[in-house]
T-cell receptor, first 111, second 117 residues
Framework: SQQGEEDPQALSIQEGENATMNCSYK?????LQWYRQNSGRGLVHLIL?????REKHSGRLRVTLDTSKKSSSLLITASRAADTASYFC???????????FGQGTELSVKP | GAVVSQHPSRVICKSGTSVKIECRSL??????MFWYRQFPKQSLMLMAT?????????EQGVEKDKFLINHASLTLSTLTVTSAHPEDSSFYIC?????????????FGSGTQLSVL
């Protein structure tokens, strides 16, 4: 079963707008990661936030983590058409290093 | 950053044939690699963990005789879909972690789209 659930499942915005995606998870975590997947391709790691962190920035990306609510959000500011992709959150299943992915949000940024 | 190469990118085969997918870590050694499966518009489902020099560990519900995994070297893991059937058609993705580094992120291959006729 999937560890995380994400919403919205799909998001369509205009270039320049901000995009916010949310992720909820079920078990305790050491960290939560966000990945991006272009259609028909592998995944690319975007950002990792540790359980003792509440917010993290990387370029136009801002990630928050609320361990009390078991949720995280990914904000992409000033979106571009090239940001069009699916975005997944992921958490470690166990000590074996296995990553379990959420359902993903399909983001479409229209020029 | 670390590079994971996956081949082939696309396979079309007849029902009943076996298909081998290769996953290579190009600039690092990976004692562990992970194989995922993804259906259209869905998330990645972890299939198995490939361990160099030992047997793979499979997730619940994944048939180990159907999906053979071999991790013969520190840079290569292979997934063989045996006697493939149309329901095995899917996007298969491998990943590995660069254990030289302390972070926990995964590097992914570009995926293999398998279509079984």
């Amino acid at each position: 079963s999937q560890q995380g659930e994400e919403d919205p499942q799909a998001l369509s915005i205009q270039e320049g707008e901000n995009a916010t995606m949310n992720c909820s998870y079920k078990t305790s975590i050491n960290n939560l990661q966000w990945y991006r997947q272009n259609s028909g391709r592998g995944l690319v790691h975007l950002i990792l936030i540790r359980s003792n962190e509440r917010e993290k920035h990387s370029g136009r990306l801002r990630v928050t983590l609320d361990t009390s609510k078991k949720s995280s959000s990914l904000l992409i500011t000033a979106s571009r058409a090239a940001d069009t992709a699916s975005y997944f959150c992921a958490t470690l299943k166990d000590q074996g290093g296995k990553l379990i992915f959420g359902q993903g949000t399909e983001l479409s940024v229209k020029p | 950053g670390a590079v994971v190469s996956q081949h082939p990118s696309r396979v079309i085969c007849k029902s009943g044939t076996s298909v081998k997918i290769e996953c290579r870590s190009l600039d690092f050694q990976a004692t562990t690699m992970f194989w995922y499966r993804q259906f259209p518009k869905q998330s990645l489902m972890l299939m198995a963990t490939s361990n160099e020099g030992s047997k793979a560990t499979y997730e619940q519900g994944v048939e180990k005789d159907k999906f053979l995994i071999n991790h013969a070297s520190l840079t290569l893991s292979t997934l063989t879909v045996t006697s493939a059937h149309p329901e095995d058609s899917s996007f298969y993705i491998c990943s590995a972690r660069d254990q030289r580094k302390s972070n926990e992120k995964l590097f992914f291959g570009s995926g293999t789209q398998l279509s079984v006729l």
